[in-house]
């Protein structure tokens, strides 16, 4: 009696054994399961999180950006404004024109058309109506270049605004050399008076002459 429980009690320590090692083995697979959903579903939507809060940073930056230059446009000066960590800010002196590149995995935008994000219905209008449209125009364009790579371009430039009743038009113009800059470079922009002119309607153009320099 003595070996025959003997023998009971190791194998029933045997049998207590394996099934502990039976259950380790079932949790690794779980965990190892469950780290790999988080991995696989969790990554993806930090990138999309990412992608989306800068998107939006850099849509509120050129918003900005726009605001401070029409308050030195209209009284006077010389301001600034820092990039923060966006994309690549130019300036083309040729089309008077502020734009910032930005690439990301993912777009919060419709792709392949320039969109409008102010009053100005139409991205490529160079002249609006005084009282009705904004002088400025700010459109985004994102284009698709793979699968998973977008490049979303935001575009400021500024329209000339003609006073029907009065025969008057109301104009910014950016002046400046062709620079570009990144993050910690800095827009500086100047109010560098006004010149008139007239238009082929023989209106009298007022154009506000804005120096724009990235440093």
Do not use: H
Request: net charge neutral; glycine share 8%.
């Amino acid at each position: 009696m003595t070996i025959l429980y003997i023998q009971a009690v190791r194998i029933f320590v045997y049998m207590k054994g394996q099934q502990e090692v039976i259950s380790v083995v079932l949790i690794s697979g779980i965990l190892i399961g469950v780290v790999g959903s988080v991995y696989f579903w969790g990554v993806p939507l930090v990138q999309k999180n990412k992608d989306v809060a800068l998107l939006e940073n850099t849509e509120s930056f050129i918003k900005s950006l726009d605001n401070k230059i029409k308050f030195v446009a209209n009284n006077g000066g010389r301001d600034n404004i820092r990039i923060p960590a966006l994309g690549i800010v130019r300036f083309d002196s040729t089309s008077s024109t502020i734009e910032i590149t930005v690439n990301t995995e993912g777009t919060i935008y419709a792709t392949e058309a320039a969109i409008p994000l102010g009053r100005n219905t139409a991205c490529a209008a160079t002249e609006g109506t005084f009282g009705i449209n904004d002088q400025d125009t700010i459109c985004v364009r994102s284009n698709k270049i793979s699968d998973k790579n977008f490049r979303t371009i935001y575009t400021l430039s500024y329209v000339k605004l003609n006073d029907q009743e009065v025969l008057r038009s109301f104009n910014i113009k950016l002046t400046g050399p062709n620079r570009s800059g990144g993050q910690d470079n800095t827009i500086v922009f100047e109010n560098k008076g006004n010149s008139e002119s007239l238009d082929d309607q023989g209106r009298r153009v007022i154009t506000t002459l804005i120096d724009i320099n990235i440093a």
